[in-house]
T-cell receptor, first 113, second 112 residues
Framework: GAGVSQSPSNKVTEKGKDVELRCDPI?????LYWYRQSLGQGLEFLIY????????KSGLPSDRFSAERTGGSVSTLTIQRTQQEDSAVYLC???????????FGPGTRLTVT | AQSVTQLGSHVSVSEGALVLLRCNYS??????LFWYVQYPNQGLQLLLK??????LVKGINGFEAEFKKSETSFHLTKPSAHMSDAAEYFC??????????FGKGTRLSVIA
């Protein structure tokens, strides 16, 4: 079946604008994760959704970042009032549940000018 | 809280030589351990995982890793490097009910 998909693949935005990044997980996967990958910094956990439970937002760096997952499937990560330090690749992953391996999408490269 | 340390941000090997990428972890409970590979401009792909079964885990593309509890290590090896192995490799740990915690990655270069 299809893997995890993300859109857009690239996004260039001006400082101060809001952006929305989309993730379509693998069908049937109940767990969905967002990570941020900055140059030389590895992967930084942002937020985690598991089924209908309240999301784990412990990794969100500021209140400008938010995410939702509608109908237990598609997820949107929103960054408000973007800053240059938000420039990074944003990766989405899904898994059957929290203890199984995660499958990653190709990422969205965000550039804030 | 769990953590991962990958020794060496960049490793360079000759084609046909042994590949050894080091990973040490910290976890308060028996961990789940993973190695992922990331090719340029792509997402991460699972190479192999350890989930408390056999300590020597075989993965895709000829890679394997050995879980050593006494050394809190999970090093990744491949007997003979191929040019196509050039990529970024990430070690990750989970305590089973927590999101994966990733190391900072090791970039592997293969020299012809």
């Amino acid at each position: 079946g299809a893997g995890v998909s993300q859109s857009p693949s690239n996004k260039v935005t001006e400082k101060g604008k809001d952006v929305e990044l989309r993730c379509d997980p693998i069908s049937g996967h109940t767990a969905l994760y967002w990570y941020r990958q900055s140059l030389g910094q590895g992967l930084e956990f942002l937020i985690y959704f598991q089924g209908n439970s309240a999301p784990d937002k412990s990794g969100l760096p500021s209140d400008r970042f938010s995410a939702e997952r509608t109908g237990g499937s598609v997820s949107t990560l929103t960054i408000q009032r973007t800053q240059q330090e938000d420039s990074a690749v944003y990766l989405c992953a899904s898994s059957r549940d929290r203890v199984n391996e995660q499958y990653f999408g190709p990422g969205t490269r965000l550039t804030v000018t | 809280a769990q953590s991962v340390t990958q020794l060496g941000s960049h490793v360079s090997v000759s084609e046909g030589a042994l590949v050894l990428l080091r990973c040490n972890y910290s976890s308060s409970v028996p961990p789940y351990l993973f190695w992922y590979v990331q090719y340029p401009n792509q997402g991460l792909q699972l190479l192999l995982k350890y989930t408390s079964a056999a300590t020597l885990v075989k993965g895709i593309n000829g890679f394997e890793a050995e879980f050593k509890k006494s050394e809190t290590s999970f090093h990744l090896t491949k007997p003979s490097a191929h040019m196509s192995d050039a990529a970024e490799y990430f070690c990750a740990v989970s305590e089973g009910n927590t999101p994966l915690v990733f190391g900072k990655g090791t970039r592997l270069s293969v020299i012809a």
